[in-house]
């Protein structure tokens, strides 16, 4: 199977000149472009954060967490309930990051602890349940949170910019995509990836499985709520959607699509299929067809799966060992 | 170039960036037109997800209001209408980012439309930033028009669910003039469920009835034998019960025979998909209130046009939805015809507040405090009969828009 840190490139294998080309795009999109496509952009952004903490726990430590809403849930209504109900300024959206930051430490802890004493899919199954017990709790306290029908509250200055909102989801972007390739290439990532491959065998080299776990669960929760928090100051609104099933679907096809295993993977993931549903969604008026756009939408997954199992970055991968075979050169980047 | 180097450029690029960029760009106002200007009208609603039939008859409706109200030219004061549809996909956040689209990039100069009352409050704010009305049908949360959710831009021709929970107290009111009712009442606990049992409950107590039990049922659950036993023995004089989607409780409630207790049930008749999950009631028996079915409207002309044109277009019946997006068509045309096509808000709202508009249902109108649409609704019997496909609502009387006004949510 090769070498377990090049099985997918990691950040700095890229070219820097596309690295570079990607950036000065980004950063020129706000002043060419309509608010609607900055939003988009701005979502894109989050959405890769999002997917790449849940890829943390599935491309990297190998744990099935079916109820990752609850991260990204938690930290939009931290925002939406303490601007609703508290105030709308600076220290009260550091009070929320705060409170998202504990409740992330706490639930990711609980995880933990369950998968220590139990299996893949065991965890699997707790996990799902827990999202839906913060789903319906958020449902049920309605005199709070509104249920479905959703809170709408105003952001404070400068987020209520959509430029500044943007850039800040670029830094964003940037920050944690940092944080998280610093955790995966650090020693305690080597670890994640062995317990993957091998738990059993991680343990038996002198591994202590359990704290790395809890390390993945509490970076990944971390990350997640902190994009949640970015997600409610971006729509001004949220409601009991954002701790649905669908939201966890989301964040593990974005990065499935994209590959898993690899943090770009989640941002190439997330940018493709955010922009495939636009794209799609815009078509609506070209042709009655695409009024039936869920079909072209659950299209793309079926290709995916089949022509690129390992999801983008992973044919990327494959297309230049091939390349590297027929050149005769080094198969593995030093 | 090291990594860090890298991550350090793009940072500093980043912030000269953000301080050259922090400038407000003007919001896109509502553009009057010109005489013979096209009119764009951005009609967004659930055309795929959960509430697709719900959008799809919309949409149906206002092609219909349109026609008749344009008499079949779509001009308005001498302006071409063009729609341009979107669809939420029944998530808020898409239909924020797509109602974006449609007042920026399409520049329309109205909006109507919205399925989910959750893509409806996503998208409320952006009505008084772009500074465009917007006429919702059929979305129904209270909320909507409740502080601080709501702002001036926005109108809505579909009944609020305050509404609906006093259509079911006048009912009952007009069965006893006398009072002393007990009643009791049984929802999925959800949203929706809370949504329609609270103001109900408040208007209810209001009228003097004595609420002996509130049940909730978890949405998906297929046995409701402990709430509906605990129903039987508490035995209300009537029973308002409210569902919508799968697993409804029509056939277990026939099943533990609350009648035989003395129980009659109540309730709101919804669209067709959901009648036909009625049909052990039309076999029980009943009496509710419905929002609209095509036969119940009493010598309304605009009806018997759109059930035929209906008819004729589409091979079958208009729906509930289906009146909603009518009136939406006729809210808008008759409030254009009124400016002259001006769609500038500070001439469109102060023509809209308080305006009557024709419906399918009647006569409504927007009242002045939250611009809600004060409108009939019927009381009628549940029946059905062999070889009905759905349980079949038959008209017992109007109730009247006075008699069902909803308690005012915005502080105004």
Not at chain 2, 259 to 283: H, K, N, S
Request: glycine letters at 10%; charged letters at 15%; one cysteine or more.
């Amino acid at each position: 199977m090769g070498n377990i840190t090049s099985r997918f490139p990691n950040l700095i294998t890229i070219p820097k000149l596309l690295w570079l080309l990607a950036g000065i795009v980004i950063l020129i999109i706000p002043p060419i472009s309509t608010t609607a496509t900055i939003t988009m952009v701005s979502r894109i952004m989050i959405f890769a954060v999002y997917a790449m903490a849940y890829d943390i726990l599935r491309g990297y430590i190998g744990i099935i967490h079916l109820g990752f809403a609850l991260f990204i849930g938690g930290g939009t209504y931290f925002v939406a309930i303490l601007f609703a109900n508290v105030g709308i300024s600076i220290p009260i959206l550091l009070l929320a990051i705060v409170g998202t930051t504990i409740y992330s430490i706490i639930w990711a802890l609980i995880v933990g602890k369950i998968a220590a004493k139990s299996g893949l899919l065991a965890t699997a199954m707790i996990t799902m349940a827990f999202a839906e017990i913060m789903r319906n709790m958020m449902e049920r306290w309605r005199t709070v949170t509104n249920g479905l029908d959703g809170l709408t509250f105003r952001v404070p200055a400068p987020f209520d910019n959509r430029t500044f909102m943007y850039y800040a989801c670029f830094v964003f972007l940037l920050l944690m995509a940092f944080a998280l390739y610093k955790f995966t290439t650090s020693p305690t990532g080597r670890v994640w990836q062995a317990v993957r491959e091998n738990e059993q065998r991680a343990v038996f080299l002198g591994y202590d499985t359990n704290r790395a776990r809890t390390i993945a669960l509490l970076v990944s929760g971390v990350v997640a709520g902190l994009a949640g928090v970015m997600f409610a100051l971006l729509n001004r609104f949220a409601n009991t959607d954002v701790l649905a099933m669908q939201m966890t679907y989301n964040a593990m096809l974005y990065s499935l699509v994209g590959g898993s295993g690899s943090l770009f993977g989640s941002i190439i993931g997330s940018a493709v299929v955010v922009l495939f549903q636009n794209f799609l969604l815009d078509l609506r008026g070209v042709h009655f067809i695409f009024e039936r756009w869920l079909i072209f939408f659950g299209s793309l997954y079926i290709l995916v799966v089949i022509f690129m199992p390992k999801g983008i970055m992973g044919f990327v991968e494959t297309i230049r060992e091939r390349w590297k075979h027929k050149k005769g050169g080094k198969i593995y980047e030093s | 170039m090291s990594l860090k180097k890298c991550i350090v450029l793009f940072l500093t690029l980043s912030m000269f960036a953000v301080m050259a960029a922090c400038g407000e760009s003007a919001p896109a106002g509502g553009g009057s037109g010109g005489e013979g200007s096209p009119l764009r009208i951005g009609a967004i609603t659930s055309l795929s997800g959960a509430l697709q039939s719900y959008g799809e008859d919309f949409q149906r409706g206002f092609y219909l209001g349109l026609e008749y109200m344009t008499n079949n030219t779509f001009t308005v004061a001498g302006r071409p209408i063009e729609i341009i549809w979107e669809d939420t996909t029944n998530t808020p956040d898409v239909a924020r980012e797509r109602t974006l689209s449609l007042l920026e990039r399409d520049r329309v100069e109205l909006v109507t439309g919205f399925a989910s009352s959750g893509d409806a409050m996503a998208s409320l704010a952006l009505f008084e930033e772009f500074r465009t009305v917007a006429v919702i049908d059929p979305a129904a949360a209270d909320a909507i028009i409740a502080a601080p959710n709501w702002n001036e831009y926005i109108f809505r021709t579909g009944r609020t669910s305050g509404q609906d929970a006093l259509a079911m107290v006048s009912v009952l009111q007009n069965l006893h003039p006398e009072g002393g009712v007990t009643v009791a009442t049984l929802a999925p606990d959800s949203t929706f469920g809370f949504a329609m049992v609270d103001p109900f409950i408040a208007a209810a107590e209001a009228a003097g009835f004595d609420v002996l039990l509130t049940e909730f049922i978890p949405p998906d659950a297929t046995d409701a034998s402990p709430q509906l036993l605990r129903l039987r023995s508490a035995a209300p004089q009537y029973l308002y019960t409210i569902w919508a989607g799968p697993n409804s409780p029509w056939i277990q409630i026939d099943e533990l025979d609350l009648q035989g207790a003395g129980v009659t049930l109540i309730t709101g008749a919804p669209e067709r998909d959901a009648l036909a999950a009625m049909i052990p009631l039309g076999q029980m028996g009943g009496i509710g209130f419905c929002v609209y079915y095509y036969t119940l409207p009493q010598n309304q002309h605009l009806n018997d046009w759109m059930v035929r044109r209906h008819f004729e277009e589409h091979n079958m019946a208009p729906d509930l939805f289906t009146s909603g997006g009518f009136a939406a068509a006729s809210a808008i045309i008759t409030a254009l015809e009124i400016t002259g096509g001006v769609t500038d808000p500070d001439v469109l709202i102060p023509t809209m507040r308080g305006m009557e508009f024709n419906t399918p249902t009647g006569m409504r109108y927007f009242r002045y405090e939250d611009h809600q649409a004060m409108q009939d609704l019927f009381e009628i019997d549940f029946t059905w009969q062999e070889g009905d496909e759905y349980m079949v609502p038959s008209f017992r009387r109007v109730i009247g828009r006075d008699e069902i006004v909803p308690p005012i949510l915005n502080g105004r």
